[in-house]
């Protein structure tokens, strides 16, 4: 029968289990440091289970992984990815899992153990041996009992992975390229999540590139930059992507290709390729500079045209509008980290002209579409700026940030 009518008896003991309102706080205690426990101990059962599952290929005969089989039964990936790991693990570790079988380790520390063992290994230029391993992990459980936190334990296992790269002519993980990550996903309301973890060269060039192009900014009027730090660097990653899909050509097209499809009958409802649903404000932002294919579908997702990049400034008005506005005409970003705005959207009939473009860095190019400011071209033939009444109840038009010095009836 094995051991399921076992846990399916202890189950159903815990369902009646209630938890009484008139506790004293002794008793309170001593009932949560017991269900801790067994929570661990839960922890280190499921997981073994969790190396059960893939031994016996039951994932394999659903044609699915074992990640997949622990999520269809009730795991959140997270939780799922650390059964597999420490399951895979374990047999290996035997002091660690008689430690987590006891209840004394959570199944959090457990996988931080895991993990660092793992980084030590790949840490060692030759194959571990059981006695150095055995010390590790000593080590490792050393820390969790001295009040250690799961990231600590991580530091901790760097350090010594760093040791035995200095003793034994290893690579130390700062200088390792072959452990460099970078994860994204879409998140439920339809933003995108980076994860990266870089070795000390690319660091070193993404923090110098983040720096470069993060710095604060002033506003239209003159004073300070309003973003936070955070913001401005996201924003110093557009700016990177930017003149990456330019190819370091700053006065060609975006090599980038992005695919927005739009039903024919609810242009509201366009949606961008990798990312989903987007607003009306962004199709018209991406159809000034970015390489956007554009697909009109009927309802039943059949093409019924092919948008075409005859919207996109070419080279030669490109380089006229840096020679007119040498910057982004908000806030004087370099005219490299810029895009060529219409004036009178491309959706909206705009031509694609000189006396129809502008230059606007990403950010700023983003508070045109939609947070009410807005561009004029002026009898002198250069754009003004027109901030939103929040920002100006009299809507004051504001000259090109290149000829902000100069006196307002001399520009106009």
């Known amino acids: 029968m094995g051991i399921a009518p076992d846990l399916t008896t202890s189950l159903d003991t815990l369902r009646g289990v209630q938890v009484p309102d008139d506790m004293a706080g002794d008793d309170a205690l001593e009932a949560a440091r017991c269900l801790f426990r067994l929570r661990h101990v839960i922890d280190h059962l499921a997981t073994m289970m969790a190396g059960m599952l893939d031994r016996c290929g039951v994932a394999t005969a659903q044609g699915r992984t074992l990640r997949e089989l622990l999520m269809s039964l009730g795991c959140a990936p997270s939780v799922a990815e650390r059964m597999v790991r420490v399951g895979g693990a374990l047999p290996q570790l035997p002091t660690l899992a008689a ?107 993404y923090v110098a590139a983040m720096e470069e192009y993060s710095a604060p900014r002033p506003e239209p009027d003159g004073s300070p930059d309003t973003r936070s730090a955070s913001r401005r660097r996201a924003d110093a990653l557009e700016a990177v992507l930017d003149i990456a899909a330019r190819g370091g050509d700053i006065a060609s097209a975006p090599r980038t290709q992005l695919l927005l499809t739009v039903p024919a009958e609810a242009p509201d409802l366009a949606q961008l390729e990798f990312m989903g649903s987007i607003s009306t404000a962004t199709v018209e932002r991406l159809a000034c500079d970015t390489s956007v294919t554009t697909v009109v579908v009927d309802g039943e997702q059949v093409p019924l045209d092919m948008g075409r990049e005859k919207r996109l400034f070419p080279a030669h008005l490109r380089k006229a509008l840096y020679l007119r506005d040498q910057c982004c005409i908000k806030c004087g970003a370099p005219p490299g980290r810029t895009h060529a705005h219409h004036i009178v959207h491309w959706t909206h009939h705009g031509e694609t002209s000189l006396s129809n473009g502008c230059l606007l860095c990403p ?50």
């Open 99 to 205: 430690h987590a079988s006891d209840g004394a380790i959570s199944g959090e520390h457990v996988d931080a153990i895991v993990k660092g063992i793992n980084h030590i290994r790949a840490r060692s230029p030759g194959q571990v041996s059981e006695e150095a391993r055995f010390r590790q992990v000593t080590d490792l459980l050393g820390q969790f009992f001295s009040g250690a936190t799961p990231a600590d334990i991580g530091n901790r296992a760097r350090k010594l992975g760093n040791r035995i790269a200095a003793a034994e002519g290893g690579l130390p993980a700062a200088e390792d390229r072959s452990i460099n990550t970078l994860d994204h996903r879409v998140t439920s309301d339809g933003r995108l999540q980076v994860r990266v973890d870089l070795d000390a060269e690319v660091g070193a060039k």
């Open 363 to 412: 950010a700023c190019h983003a508070n045109i579409h939609h947070d009410g400011w807005d561009v004029v071209m002026g009898m002198d033939k250069h754009p003004w700026l027109i901030p939103p009444a929040v920002v100006d109840p009299h809507r004051q038009p504001i000259p090109a940030y290149n000829r902000r010095t100069m006196r307002l009836d001399v520009a106009a």
